[in-house]
């Protein structure tokens, strides 16, 4: 890991989540260490939604992630549980 990103508070984090970080260039690693941030949402809270711009990568640091699409008749069909 390269000193700029080592100084960011998501390096060890990323480094641990992804197994390609050690392929990236000490540039590639910086830059996304530089556009991470912490978020925190309470429980229930919709994260995304198809009619917001792409939130990124999220990492899922506790808690759980429902992912869910709306039936025809409104009802929410269960993609996944994280």
Known sequence: MNRMAEASPHARCLACAFPFWEQLTPEEQERLCRFTRS???????????PLESCVGILLLRS???RSY????DGRD?????L
């Open 39 to 49: 978020v925190h949402y309470a429980k229930g809270a919709r994260v995304h939604s």
């Open 63 to 65: 808690g759980q992630l």
């Open 69 to 72: 699409l709306l039936s025809e």
């Open 77 to 81: 069909v269960i993609q996944k549980m």
